[in-house]
């Protein structure tokens, strides 16, 4: 094939990096992503079986924390076991459509992940602001909408940049400076105009990311708002503390996904972008069962339970 006057061979497959400075300590880095992947993996099934199963555990904050599971373990699933494959062979191979269909499925999670975050500051703000009409709002069917939309329409939208990404060319080099198929590195590698995908991706980027960011933050302000015109010191603590763990899971979710998407790509060296990625990648979906359950009783009370069934 020849482009812009040049002879140049279709590429058929990519050639993943990963973190090649690591690679003199791989064997201890393979140990602690697969340490990671393993808890990350258990404790998010565990979530989602207690959530399934407990009678505690049956109202709408945790039917959205048990969906939340649900997309951390997929998003774990698509990313990091050919990641481990990558620090092991210090680099491997991976199909063209194999990358298109991990990139899906991780764009896809990702959006997801930040419409149930959005759902559950909604879930906070009823729940604080509005409690005499929490139920009556909070209704099955509203939860249920709430959860299929987030999940079809993060996957709608990302369809839209995989069709476009099929229609672009892939030639001359095939080596990914990453640990996965992400967008801007299979931008960077295409000889086609990527101007329309550019374009694409700011556009979907205030949808999927920015207006769920800043729904969160008027949540919030609303909550704050009512947690301070609560009179007692006791009170106040007593209310805030039921969104603590929310609010620390967005924190660090939306503040890695802000760094790595709406600050341009060039702003920042190829290896932090990584290790930005890395924390809501694996380190994000490792650390939000045990946020959640730091300090809740009922979740607590029902691991207690389950364990002692188990033995």
Known sequence: MEVDGVNSTTVTEFLILGFPGLYNYKLTFFSIILIMYSMTTCENLLIISLVSTSQRLQSPMYFFLGHLALSDVVLVTTIVPKFLNVIIREGSTIPYVECLAQFYLYGGTVCAECFLLTAMSYDRYLAICKPLHYISIMSVKLRYSLVISSWVFSFMLVLITLVLLCYIKFCGSNIINHFFCDFAPLLELSCSDTT???????????????????????SYVCIFITIFGISSTSGRHKTFSTCTSHLVVVSIYYGSMLIIYMVPYSGHSLTVNKFISLVYIVLTPLLNPIIYSLRNKEIQA???KYLKICS
Do not use: Q, R
Not at 196 to 218: A, H, Q
């Open 302 to 304: 029902s691991v207690m």
């Open 196 to 218: 329309v995908l550019s374009i694409d991706m700011i556009v979907l980027s205030f949808p999927l990311i920015l207006l769920p960011f800043l729904f969160i933050i008027g």
